[in-house]
């Protein structure tokens, strides 16, 4: 059973920063990539970032130069940096991680979520 927690969500005033954490159950070298998705209300999950098992990440336009995406295998536990936060960074974010076998099989696994606002 994979479970992925998340943590370190809140309320913050625009300007300001936070860190979001996502443990995962097991190695997070099980899978082929780690990322934070972003709902806001009223649309569709969105990826914010992602980290690849190599280390190589990718962000959502929204997200460079201000975020970022890191890891620590020993905890395994990925990271959101965020900072110079605005209020279009408001919503639920949740963690993923993606597997794929080598038949092409693709397995995906939900965090529960944690709440980002921020005030203007």
């Known amino acids: 059973q994979v479970q992925l927690v998340e943590s370190g969500g809140g309320l913050v005033q625009a300007g300001g920063s936070l860190r979001l954490s996502c443990a995962a159950s097991?190695?997070?070298?099980?899978?082929?990539?780690m990322g934070w998705y972003r709902r806001a209300p009223g649309t569709q999950r969105d990826l914010v970032a992602s980290i690849a098992k190599d280390g190589v990440t990718n962000y959502a336009d929204s997200a460079k130069g201000r975020f970022t995406i890191s890891r620590d295998s020993a905890k395994n536990t990925v990271y959101l940096q965020m900072n110079s936060l605005k209020p279009e960074d408001t919503g639920v974010y949740y963690c993923?991680?993606?597997?794929?076998?080598?038949?092409?099989?693709?397995?995906?696994?939900w965090g529960q979520g944690t709440q980002v606002t921020v005030s203007s």
């Open positions: 097991g190695s997070i070298f099980t899978y082929n990539f």
């Open positions: 993923n991680a993606e597997y794929r076998r080598v038949d092409g099989r693709v397995y995906r696994y």
